[in-house]
Every structure is written in C-alpha cells, then in structure tokens.
C-alpha cells in the first residue's frame, strides 16, 4: 500500500507504537525530572539556582532545534529523522543516569533534547503516512492525547521512580525503551520521499536566536526581583534582541526557497487564531510544570 494510502495492519500497529514510545518519553524528560531538583542538587552540591538548568538546558534545546529538524525531516525523510533522534535521545539519556556532577549533567541534557526535538518534531507527520486519510483525525488525535496525558502523569511517574530509586533512575529508565523503539522503527515506520530543497541555514540560525533569547529574556524577566539590577539588564537585552531578530527572520522564511517555517500556515486569520490558542495552552502548561520544584528549592 502507498505511504500516502497509510500502512496494512499490522504494520501501522508497530509503527504508531513506535511513534509513541519516542513522543512520551520525549514529553515526558521534560517534566519528570522537575520533582528530583531537590535531590540533584544536594548529591551534586550544587546551588538550587543552577540545579534549574538540568529542567531549562532540556526545554530550550527542544524548543530551539524543533522548527530546524522539522525541515531537515522534510529534506532526508521523516523516519531518518525521527531514527537519529531517538539514537541522540538514548545517548542523552545513558549520559544523564552516568553523569558524576552538575555541568555533565545539563550537558547530557543538551543532547537529550537534541534527541528529543527530533522525535517530536517529525512525529506528527509520521502518523500522516501511518494512517489512511479517511483514519487521520483519528491518528492526530491519538497523538495529542499521549502528548496530554504523558505531560499530566510526568510529575507524578517522577515521585513514584524516586521513590523506589534515585533520581539516575529517571533517565535510565528511558534506555530499554529507546531501545526497543529504535529497533522497531526500522522496519514499522514508513519510508518518506525526500523533497527536492536545500537546508535553509540562516532561517534556521535565526530561528534559534529568536526562541532561544525570548525563553532567556523571559526566565530573567521571572527571576528579576531574586537578581542584581546588572543581570537584569542583561535579560531585558536578551528578549529585546530575539524582539530585533523575529523581524528578520519572518521575511527570511517567505522568501526562502524551503523556508524553515511555511509562510503560508500562519497567513490566514483562522491559523492564527489557533496559534494563540495553541501558545496560551501550552505556556499555561509549562508555567504549572515550572512552578513545581520552586518550593522544595525555596529557603
């Protein structure tokens, strides 16, 4: 059956398994590991201020790199993508469970969500050529409630490993099932026509600055009133430079000849009005999410 008519049972079966088990264990490293701040940041003797980053390090990584690697899936496939990533996601998380002190462990984090932004940033598309168009909503659907659900559980699955185990635990869990994954996804996921376009470099390089200094700018904007007026300063430059690069980039991506973002999908009123809706959800998320080791850490 052609790829674009959806995947003969059972192998959708697999492959929609396979997409799974890399979008929970992507959505959920990035709150899991909220509840065992505490814990690091006394085995590692490091400050509460800089234990955070082992949660920021994996949310900036992903958010930075999703837009590029969902254009690279569209240049080399989807499943070549979604393979390396979950490959990274495995490194990452074997490194995280191994790691002896605070800089190797947000560092190991950096390569998790490296890994991570890969699965998440194909997954959607994936389950386009899984599902037969007449079973697509069904498909999505699916997708948006493992992303739901996993994002609820996140915190909760945390205590219980940390309760049984420390908190290496939490990462190393993810190695027997990126594995699993990674050896299903072989031969169940299906392989994807690779578009004719190069990679768009300065779009990519620009939308990195813009996200990355906006999620900086902003987390100094939150801790302003617990810093020095000198630091602050320095946060405010951060949202006022990725302010001055979102100008840039959005005229990058019109003209390019594979833009890194589709103009075309926030041109309507409609698109746009989902994109707010989408943001408000997800930063009402992230802000609970974010919220959560604030009190342990607190003197």
Not at 276 to 299: C, Q, S, T, Y
Request: net charge positive.
């Amino acid at each position: 059956m052609p790829p674009h008519q959806g995947l003969p049972q059972p192998q959708r079966t697999w492959a929609i398994l396979t997409v799974f088990c890399g979008l929970i264990m992507a959505v959920l490293d990035g709150s899991i590991a909220n509840i065992a701040l505490p814990s690091i940041s006394r085995e590692l003797q490091s400050e509460p201020s800089s234990t955070i980053w082992v949660v920021n390090a994996y949310q900036l990584t992903v958010t930075v790199c999703l837009l590029p690697l969902s254009s690279l899936g569209d240049i080399l496939g989807y499943k070549r993508v979604y393979r390396a990533g979950l490959a990274t996601f495995l490194v990452g998380s074997l490194l995280c469970a191994l790691a002896v002190n605070l800089p190797m462990l947000v560092a190991a984090r950096v390569l998790q969500g490296l890994g991570g932004a890969g699965i998440m940033s194909v997954n959607t598309a994936l389950v386009r050529f899984i599902y037969p168009p007449t079973r697509l909503g069904r498909g999505i659907g699916l997708n948006a409630l493992v992303v739901g659900v996993t994002t609820a559980v996140g915190p909760s699955l945390g205590a219980l490993i940390l309760s049984l185990a420390s908190w290496q635990w939490l990462f190393a869990v993810n190695v027997p099932v990126a594995i699993f994954a990674l050896a299903l996804s072989r031969s169940a996921l299906p392989d994807t026509a690779p578009q004719p376009h190069e990679f768009d470099y300065p779009s990519a390089a620009l939308s990195a600055l813009v996200f990355g200094l906006f999620i900086l700018g902003v987390d100094g904007l939150g801790h302003a009133g617990l810093r020095g007026a000198a630091q602050r300063d320095r946060r405010h430059g951060r949202a006022g430079l990725a302010a001055g690069a979102a100008p840039a980039w959005a005229p990058r991506t019109a003209g390019a000849g594979g833009p890194v973002c589709e103009p075309s999908l926030h041109a309507g009123g409609r698109h746009l009005v989902l994109l707010v809706h989408d943001a408000d959800a997800v930063v009402r998320g992230a802000a609970l999410l974010f919220r959560i080791p604030a009190w342990p850490l607190a003197p």
